[in-house]
């Protein structure tokens, strides 16, 4: 089969690899698409501890073609998406219940083989069917659950006035959450465009353009539009610089959400008497792990859209393609379709 393979950082190529050999508690999915996120551009510099050789890719769909002796409930044909992270059960932070926190956690397209190919093995339990979905809706369903998890950290007080910073493909789909999560006031800060443009148009109720030549027109905006700051800032663009500006916006007692994913040796500066005066709460929010199915629920039933979010289709061996188009931020969600 053909694939994108790493040998290293930054050292990829579009070759034959073998046809992954199934274990008995895995299917073999023939991948359909597989969507392109900000964590593969961390996987090509090296970052979030990625096992070389490596098939990147953890945002997948296709049809099951084969299936393991002990992989239950599933058959051939049926068209999936699957959850790319496992949890080793067994550390210190799983015995205590919290999987994602897994000292172990292997995860499909980073530790492991992913969908950055024609065909992909993959645990059975790792899998869900999908009923409503077109491929390029589908690979929407990992982001979807991260930013599910997000909202469920954040843990919103119902009529809450909200700020997000960032209008990429996890914070439009975070906009539509946090509106049908508690959010009765939801403010979308990003540069202005086609995708501040889309938060707009699928769940802001404003829209504020971010100005990085002159950060005081859209800070002036946003003091404007709630004085005394906003109960819940999120920042979900993985810029430092914006990070550095959410004690800014938030009102007293208010929660900061850091959601976006940054550079790993980035650092920002906070001022301690601001979060001890204000009684401030800061909270992280990683991945995913058991918030999939709830995800692919608001997807397949409509409730979250995310058709307009993926705006090209390249295909697989065009790898090198997507990378300059993500790295310069052009269009918004990239599907990278094998064959």
């Known amino acids: 089969m053909k694939a994108i393979v790493y040998d290293s950082p930054r050292n990829f190529v579009y070759r034959d690899v073998p046809d992954p050999k199934m274990e008995s508690d895995e299917v073999l999915i023939k991948v359909h698409a ?20 490596l098939i990147p890719g953890h945002e997948f769909t296709g049809e099951i073609v084969d299936v393991g002796t002990h992989a239950n409930g ?17 550390c210190f932070y799983c015995m205590r219940g919290d999987y994602l926190l897994c000292e172990k956690m ?54 809450s006035d909200v700020l997000l910073f960032g209008a990429g493909p996890t914070g439009q789909v975070m906009a539509q959450l946090l509106k049908l999560n508690g959010a009765a006031n939801l403010v979308v800060a990003a540069p202005a465009g086609p995708k501040l443009d889309l938060a707009a148009k699928l769940a802001a109720d404003q829209v504020v353009a ?53 550079p790993e040796k980035a650092t920002i500066s906070i001022n301690p008497f601001d979060v001890f005066r204000n009684e401030l709460t800061i909270k ?56």
């Not at 058959?75 to 067994?90: D, F, L, T």
């Not at 059975?124 to 589908?138: G, M, T, V, Y």
Request: hydrophobic share 35%; proline share 5%.
């Open 34 to 53: 597989c969507g392109v996120c900000g964590t593969d551009l961390h996987i090509h510099e090296g970052e979030f501890g990625p096992r070389f050789p």
């Open 74 to 90: 599933l058959k051939k044909g049926q068209r999936v998406v699957g959850n790319s992270n496992m949890a080793c059960g067994e």
């Open 106 to 159: 292997s995860s499909y397209g980073v530790t492991l083989n992913g969908g950055f190919a024609e065909y992909l093995k993959i645990k059975a339990d790792r899998i869900f069917p999908i009923k409503n979905l077109s491929a390029r809706e589908a690979i929407m369903v990992e982001p979807t659950s991260c930013a599910l998890h997000g909202v469920e950290v954040l843990d919103l007080k119902p009529g």
């Open 210 to 262: 971010i100005d990085r030549n002159d950060p005081e027109v859209h800070r002036k905006r946003l003091h404007e539009i709630s004085p005394k700051g906003f109960d819940a800032v999120i920042e979900a663009t993985g810029a430092p610089s914006i990070c550095q500006e959410t004690t800014r916006f938030v009102r007293r007692r208010g929660t900061i959400l850091i959601y976006g994913v940054y």
């Open 284 to 339: 992280g929010s990683f991945a995913q792990i058991d918030s999939f199915e709830r995800a692919l629920s608001y997807l397949d039933n409509g409730k979250i859209k995310v058709n307009e979010i993926v705006t090209q289709e390249i295909p697989l061996r065009d790898w090198g393609k997507a990378l300059d188009l993500a790295w310069k931020r052009q269009g918004i969600k990239t599907a990278l379709i094998p064959g």
